[in-house]
Antibody, heavy 120, light 107 residues
Framework: QVTLRESGPALVKPTQTLTLTCTFSGFSLSTSGMCVSWIRQPPGKALEWLAR???????YYSTSLKTRLTISKDTSKNQVVLTMTNMDPVDTATYYC????????????WGQGTLVTVSS | DIQMTQSPSSLSASVGDRVTITCQAS??????LNWYQQKPGKAPKLLIYDASNLETGVPSRFSGSGSGTDFTFTISSLQPEDIATYYCQQYDNPSITFGQGTRLEIK
């Protein structure tokens, strides 16, 4: 059974760095073709893809956010970590991690999401 | 980045109605398209992958079609539990993008 769970602070201050952890089970990021992405959704708005890390440690970032994002993995812990620097109130959103099975595929399993509010 | 234009943005229909949502890509994405259902406070749920393949466990009233730049998502007979927001999403390249969503309501 594939599960993913996001964890991190519910509240961050403007200019701070956000660190989110995705802990998953039911698959391994050392398996060829497995990938994990981060996606966010501001309240009442559409989904926005942020970043992806692959089994072979290839990394991809949103064009508009790439200077602020870093994605990494700890295969032994079944975790993927996303950091986003210089947080702003417009970054207030629910942040999801999701599994992608295959280099050319979309997310199939998603975590429940974690709401991050950026406010002083 | 590939832009996904989804329409309509909202839709009101009656139980039993046939419902259709369209999604247009800004460039050819072959059949690299998913459709998701999202209910309030929940994560998106994959319904259709590769434009027309039904995910395991998803009711057969849901279907998808299209290739290239134009895609269609259909609910053949709307049920009360189908009330949700639906999103298309392309995966032609690692920088996936989503449509703006279609909010489906019961008339």
């Amino acid at each position: 059974q594939v599960t993913l769970r996001e964890s991190g602070p519910a509240l961050v201050k403007p200019t701070q760095t956000l660190t989110l952890t995705c802990t998953f089970s039911g698959f391994s990021l050392s398996t060829s073709g497995m990938c994990v992405s981060w996606i966010r959704q501001p309240p009442g708005k559409a989904l926005e893809w942020l970043a992806r890390i692959d089994w072979d440690d290839d990394k991809y970032y949103s064009t508009s956010l790439k200077t602020r994002l870093t994605i990494s993995k700890d295969t032994s812990k079944n975790q993927v970590v996303l950091t986003m620097t210089n947080m702003d109130p417009v970054d207030t959103a629910t942040y999801y991690c999701a599994r992608i099975r295959g280099a050319v595929a979309g997310p199939d399993y998603w975590g429940q999401g974690t709401l991050v509010t950026v406010s002083s | 980045d590939i832009q996904m234009t989804q329409s309509p943005s909202s839709l009101s229909a009656s139980v039993g109605d046939r419902v259709t949502i369209t999604c247009q890509a800004s460039q050819d994405i072959s059949n690299y398209l998913n459709w998701y259902q999202q209910k309030p406070g929940k994560a998106p749920k994959l319904l259709i992958y590769d434009a027309s393949n039904l995910e395991t466990g998803v009711p057969s009233r849901f279907s998808g079609s299209g290739s290239g730049t134009d895609f269609t998502f259909t609910i053949s007979s709307l049920q009360p539990e189908d009330i949700a927001t639906y999103y298309c999403q392309q995966y032609d390249n690692p920088s996936i993008t989503f449509g703006q969503g279609t909010r489906l309501e019961i008339k």
